[in-house]
Nanobody, 127 residues
């Protein structure tokens, strides 16, 4: 399964940006998904995740209120809405996914549980 991200770019501080991610196989309803980012010279950082079951989400505490993860079943797309962007949000953003272990697997995955990864999309926030 490959994941294709889109929506990155260069914006100014305070702007908003929406990233999208689409799986190459099956539909967004078939996977848990998460967003990660990697800033220059730093390790990969967990941004947040969404359970395959729907409304269950989890976020990096410092991003709560500015970043929102959602799913559009009709468009077969996951999104990461980023508002009031800061220069420190500059990074390559990656989406990741994994199938649920069973129908009762409702929890949002831990960062090390994802199996499939996108190629990344660059987000640059200028001050």
């Amino acid at each position: 399964v490959s994941l294709v991200e889109s929506g990155g770019g260069l914006v100014q501080a305070g702007d908003s940006l929406r990233l999208a991610c689409t799986p190459s196989e099956r539909t967004v309803e078939d996977y848990h998904m998460g967003w990660f980012r990697q800033a220059p010279g730093k390790g990969r950082e967990y941004v947040g995740g969404l359970s395959w079951f729907g409304p269950n989400t989890k976020y990096l505490e410092s991003l709560k209120g500015r970043f929102t993860i959602s799913r559009d079943d009709a468009a077969n797309t996951w999104s990461l809405q980023m508002n009031n962007l800061l220069p420190e949000d500059t990074a390559v953003y990656y989406c990741a996914a994994a199938p649920p272990k069973g129908y009762g697997d409702y929890k949002v995955l831990e960062p090390d549980e994802y199996e499939y990864w996108g190629q990344g999309t660059q987000v640059t926030v200028s001050s």
